[in-house]
Nanobody, 123 residues
């Protein structure tokens, strides 16, 4: 079965850390550019980070720059999003998605999506 599965979401206190995983089954992730997006209640989905298929270049939204790190482990067919210094405004459902071309912040450029994982930052 071809699918993406996110995991690692949890309830964490402000200042804490989480590592999200995006695991693929039925296809090879390193053939794709991978984007992480998030959607908070009542808000539109927004791009958070992206790692390019071509050269592994990474990109971050200004709101997470310096706090989040995206990476790949091709042997595990998984992409990670390490999130440090978490803030309440990081609370959202986080999704990973694939596309065949370069990184884009536009969600409709991505063809395959996971089901999402909930991140809640609260004391």
């Amino acid at each position: 079965q071809v699918q993406l599965v996110e995991s690692g979401g949890d309830l964490v206190q402000p200042g804490g850390s989480l590592r999200l995983s995006c695991a693929a089954s039925g296809f090879t992730l390193d053939y794709y550019t991978i984007g992480w997006f998030r959607q908070a209640p009542g808000k539109e989905r927004e791009g958070v980070s992206c790692i390019s298929r071509s050269d592994g270049s990474t990109y971050y939204a200004d709101s997470v720059k310096g706090r989040f790190t995206i990476s790949r482990d091709n042997a595990k067919n998984t992409v990670y999003l390490q999130m440090n210094s978490l803030k309440p405004e990081d609370t959202a459902v986080y999704y990973c998605a694939t596309r065949t071309l370069y990184c884009s912040w536009y969600e409709y450029d991505y063809a395959r999506w996971g089901q999402g994982t909930q991140v809640t930052v609260s004391s």
